[in-house]
């Protein structure tokens, strides 16, 4: 060892060297061994921080990937992709911001780096910059492993480091249902000249949602051509699949009051088409300020209609397409719940 320096190596694969000087002392952090400086300091040794350990991978990405396929290509590739050229507008729109920002992390790692299952604690690290935010955090997660598993498919990587990785929100769809007490609320929710805030064209389609159970970007779209005697037919937008919603009394109702017969069932204050974002931003501003429910939650109000007028779980799956599993989930806590409160008053009051 050369006379003056003191070096140790820690489990970080940090190189960490001391050199004695005249007045005192001076540290320098190498990446690796042999690797480049990426960090000095006088007397005291350095604490190994988030950020050195940032600065090492990126080093250590930027060694590794001269000559090789790094994750920058592969982002690519994905883009111009069928996969991804059949995903929805919305779904491109998210999507094109997160893959922005896994270039920005990850871009010049080799793909290679990807096989090794240690690359996974550094995908959570990245994760967890958003973890007070946990939706946010869980597109992170969500975003590199929707391009491993591309990978994968592709025959690029054998398996995907990032299947698997824990979400950080979560959330009881069972309980995110519509009750009388949100539709009073609305009804409540008035100016100070008594005037009901929640205008007639965005009540029109909160009854339509709660009455087919479409999603917020095939409600917009529902047209009149996708109206027959007996049922609402349309491919819908997310999976491209063919949904068939019976008519039933109430939404049979609600389809013969509307004051015309063409073009988009729903209109916004200017009798043109709604939009999906338009829709969304009017709802957000007409609500009561402590309301606690969405849009999207009209999807389990009419799960429960359905179900309390007498269809299976494997029925009513079929029309929103979500499991039979789930549909069951919210039978439990909101029909069966309703009907045994029902069957006790009744035995009571008897």
């Known amino acids: ?56 991978n990126k080093e250590r990405m930027r060694r590794a990937g001269k000559g090789e396929r790094t994750l920058d290509k592969i982002i690519d590739q994905y883009r111009a992709s069928p996969e991804y050229d059949a995903l929805a507008d919305a779904t491109k729109r998210d999507y094109r911001l997160w893959l922005t920002r896994l270039s920005e992390r990850f871009g ?62 979560s959330v009881n769809k069972a309980d995110q249902v519509w009750e009388d007490r949100h539709w009073k609320a609305i009804a409540d929710h008035k100016d100070e000249d008594g005037k009901q805030i929640c205008p007639p064209h965005l009540m029109d389609a909160l009854k339509l949602a709660s009455l087919t159970g479409l999603r917020l970007g095939d409600l917009v779209r529902l047209d009149w051509t996708h109206v027959s005697e007996k049922a609402i037919i349309l491919t819908t937008k997310k999976r491209q699949g063919r949904a068939v919603i019976p008519i039933l009394p109430e939404l049979r109702a609600l389809l013969d009051n509307r004051p015309h017969r063409e073009g988009t069932i729903l209109r916004n204050s200017r009798g043109k088409p709604w939009t999906e974002s338009g829709l969304g931003s009017v709802f957000q501003k007409k609500m009561p300020a402590d309301f606690d429910r969405t849009m999207h939650d009209l999807r389990g109000t009419y799960v429960t209609w359905v179900a309390m007028k007498g269809l299976t779980d494997d029925e009513i799956a079929r029309i929103v397409g979500w499991t039979a599993k789930r549909i069951g989930e919210i039978r439990a806590r909101y029909v069966d719940e309703a009907r045994v409160v029902v069957s006790l008053v009744e035995r009571l009051t008897a």
């Open 1 to 56: 060892m050369t006379a003056g320096y003191h070096r140790t190596r820690v489990v970080t694969r940090l190189h960490i060297v001391r050199k004695k000087l005249a007045n005192g002392q001076k540290y320098y952090v190498y990446a690796w061994r042999g690797g480049p400086c990426i960090h000095t300091q006088d007397d005291t040794k350095p604490i190994i921080t988030p950020e050195l350990m940032d600065m090492a």
């Open 108 to 169: 010049p790692a080799p793909i290679g780096a990807f096989a090794d299952i240690r690359m996974r604690e550094q995908i959570i690290l990245w994760r967890n910059r958003w973890a007070a935010q946990p939706r946010t955090a869980d597109k992170a997660a969500v975003m590199v492993a929707t391009v491993l598993s591309w990978c994968v498919d592709n025959g690029i990587l054998a398996t995907n480091i990032a299947s698997g990785i824990k979400l950080l929100h």
